[in-house]
């Protein structure tokens, strides 16, 4: 079942640095900022919000896992975002222990959030 959006709060004092970090981080698996959020919430996606940040005075963490495209869609995600600033939580690789066929990456964003990019491959 594919994830319709998730919102995360962020800090109004890491709200900037927390957009430049998905914006660079994100476009690796094809979103984009999209156009036509009221100030303080940056969504992305592909033709609606799927990823939707907001500056809050009461943050908290969460776990994100995005579906990518394909291994090379999650070394980009894991490279680019460690680029921008994230902290390695599991390079990209097989994780057996969810799926003999899942590869995936995990990051922790500026904020502290463990995100996840993942996909099945094939036998």
Known sequence: MPIGH??????KADFAPTVQ???SALKTLGLNVLP???????G????????VLLSSDKPGYA?????????KAVDAFHS???SAGAKDNGAPGIRAGIHPQYYAAF???PVGNNIEAGTLTSA
């Open 6 to 11: 998730v919102l995360i709060r962020v800090a």
């Open 36 to 42: 036509g959020f009221p100030e303080g919430m940056v």
């Open 63 to 71: 776990h994100v896992a995005f579906q990518a495209a394909d291994t």
């Open 107 to 109: 990051i922790h964003d």
């Open 80 to 82: 680019a975002s460690l």
């Open 21 to 23: 970090f998905y914006t």
């Open 44 to 51: 992305f996606g592909t033709a609606g919000p799927e990823f």
